[in-house]
């Protein structure tokens, strides 16, 4: 029953003084209130192993699993909206806004694309297979239901998808197009964004122009692998770093999210052949980048 509460946080018990779960809990989690576990307790936001609602004033046993939700108080709403344009048994694919993150993480818990398609569909058992940066729009796929979920997943680990992305950015007219952009990527400064060193390449990019009016470029990104931030930082290397980009290649001071001003770039499609019947399946995004 673990595969059915991927939408949860787990935390395992270690050894200590805690007569109650409740106890232990609040002693390891010390910015989470006591009420406020009470209350999560009382909604059955606190799982065990088989996905049944734990008590209170159950004892403390040290391994005890427990399976939690995040709660993020007063979470502001992302004025942006999703699109479903795919749904069957096996798989959703979602056309995701710019601003609202794939997942839980940080300060978004609920206003997450996950957690809105978990409510939209009564699905629990959803899972994104890939991820998006927060301020990327565009496709998404997800599995939805655990006993075929390891066949998708095949399909990023062993590279048997094709995902294409549109940029805009600054012209490069000393460039000869199309040309791949291949380099080691590892975690930078502050640990959040991501750096070129020197090594053996562990990503790759082709970028090929489609528009090349004016001093801002549209361009066709594949990404070979799926590395975070490659996109943005390939570009940035190249000289040409995505239009509104607050991260690379240079950050930028916190603001609050501008939608006249959206990172420009979308995941365009994904394309694959469906492991359960070998049908090619291609979907796209209509979205302007």
């Not at 294409?164 to 040309?179: C, G, I, K």
Request: a negative charge; one cysteine or more; aromatic letters at 8%.
């Amino acid at each position: 029953m673990i595969e059915a509460l991927s939408g949860a946080s787990a935390f395992v018990l270690p050894e200590g003084p805690w007569p109650t779960l409740l106890d232990a809990l609040c002693a390891n989690f010390g910015s989470v209130s006591a009420d406020a576990w009470r209350e999560r307790f009382e909604r059955g936001r606190i799982l065990g192993d088989d996905g049944d609602s734990l008590a209170a004033d159950m004892p403390a046993r040290r391994g005890l699993r427990v399976h939690y939700f995040r709660e993020v108080a007063h979470e502001a709403r992302i004025p942006f909206e999703e699109t479903i344009v795919h749904a069957d048994e096996h798989l959703v694919v979602a056309d995701k806004p710019h601003f609202l993150p794939v997942a839980p993480s940080g300060r978004f818990v609920e206003e997450t694309l996950l957690r809105r398609l978990e409510r939209r569909l009564g699905n629990p058992h959803l899972v994104p297979l890939h991820r998006l940066d927060r301020d990327t729009a565009g496709l998404v796929l997800f599995s939805a239901d655990p006993a075929t979920r390891s066949r998708y997943q095949a399909l990023f680990r062993e590279r048997r998808i094709d995902k294409h992305y549109e940029a805009v950015a600054p012209a490069l007219p000393d460039h000869a197009f199309p040309l791949v952009r291949r380099s080691r990527l590892e975690a930078g400064e502050p640990f959040f964004r991501m750096r070129e060193v020197d090594g053996d390449a562990n990503s790759e990019t082709r970028i090929d122009v489609i528009d090349h009016d004016g001093d801002l470029w549209r361009y066709a990104l594949a990404a070979v692998t799926g590395r975070k931030h490659q996109l943005r930082v390939h570009m940035a290397a190249l000289g040409a770093p995505i239009a509104n980009d607050r991260w690379y290649p240079r950050l930028l001071d916190e603001t609050p999210d501008d939608p006249a001003r959206p990172l420009r770039l979308l995941a365009r499609s994904l394309a694959f052949r469906d492991p359960l019947d070998g049908r090619l399946r291609c979907f796209e995004s209509p979205r302007a980048v």
